[in-house]
């Protein structure tokens, strides 16, 4: 059930802390730039990634799934395309431009059962389903691989000796979805794509947009797509059920200056030994909070969170129970 269901993604989370915690104590934290930089993927594997799927004869049999595929691949419908708009485009594109020669065309049209309102009205989806879509599917699959490889040694060392790192990543594929993440890199990528052929597409742009959408989700744990509502939403459900989210920490500068950063940078080892409760004056310890906060954030962002108090809901069912065996 529900009450369940947010208590397992808080211990999941919770354990994720306490090994983070541990991984990163004291003068260790100089190495959580490197967990983070396991975390993403580069724009050189998106790229190789990208390569591949074109070239597989999946993804062509998938762009030429439907009867408008050609027409859409050769005139590209625009926004505010009517019926008329799009069939004088076509006219204009195959050099029917003679009375006789536009009737003639229509009426090959349609005997091919070729509806223009139906090509217009599908458009939208199934153009960026059948070229950006796939490719945005594909890389967000991707990423839960790459986190399951061996070289991806820190996350291994810190998160794979037991569950905690398929509870992880299972997190971030619901997240994903939670967001909209393949529909929003596949949105990013569309005018990239659309309407070209194979070699006209810029392989290099799309794979630096989709890596960099993609990293920053997996970086801000989807924070930055989640709408105020939904945010707030969460705060209200935190304080009402007492679920120990912190949404109070940020990664923004506190120095007043270049000099104070670099001064707390060269003195941070004699911070950690001696004065431990200003460590979160330190930038990479501010990182550390922010994305050990919102990995919690995450895990019950992605629950059905109830709309009601949890504690008073479990002492109604205890009072049940007892009941039902008296």
């Not at 989709?210 to 997996?218: D, T």
């Amino acid at each position: 059930d529900k009450d369940q269901e947010i208590e397992n993604a808080k211990s999941h989370a919770g354990h994720i802390q306490w090994q983070l915690d541990r991984a990163f104590n004291g003068d260790k934290m100089k190495d959580f730039g490197f967990l983070m930089s396991d975390l993403t993927i580069s724009e050189s594997q998106v790229l190789e990634k990208f390569k591949n799927i074109i070239n597989s004869a999946d993804h062509r049999e998938t762009i030429h799934s439907d009867k408008f595929s050609t027409f859409r691949m050769q005139v590209p419908p625009l926004p505010g395309d009517t019926e008329i708009s799009y069939f004088n485009r076509l006219c204009e594109h195959y050099e029917q431009h003679s009375q006789e020669a536009r009737e003639l065309f229509r009426k090959n049209l349609e005997e091919d059962g070729i509806n223009l309102n139906e090509l217009l009205a599908s458009n939208s989806e199934s153009l960026i389903k059948n070229h950006s879509q796939q490719l945005a599917d594909e890389i967000v699959k991707y990423w839960c691989e790459c986190m399951r490889k061996e070289n991806k040694s820190i996350i291994k060392r810190i998160l794979g000796k037991d569950t905690s790192l398929e509870n992880l990543i299972d997190m971030y594929n619901k997240l994903f979805i939670k967001v909209n993440l393949s529909k929003r890199i596949a949105q990013s990528i569309r005018h990239h794509i659309d309407g070209r052929g194979k070699a006209g597409i810029p392989l290099e742009i799309i794979a630096d947009i989709s890596s960099q959408i993609l990293n920053q989700c997996v970086l801000n744990v989807g924070f930055d797509y989640l709408d105020d509502g939904e945010i707030h939403d969460l705060k209200e459900a935190n304080e009402k059920n007492k679920l120990n989210l912190s949404f109070f920490n940020d990664a923004k500068p506190r120095e007043n200056s270049v000099q104070e950063l670099f001064e707390k940078i060269e003195n941070q080892i004699e911070i950690i030994q001696k004065k431990p409760d200003e460590m979160k004056a330190l930038p990479n310890f501010r990182n550390f909070l922010l994305w050990r906060d919102r990995v919690k954030i995450g895990f019950v962002s992605v629950c059905n969170i109830p709309n009601y108090d949890v504690a008073a809901n479990q002492q109604l069912n205890s009072i049940m129970n007892e009941l039902k065996f008296n």
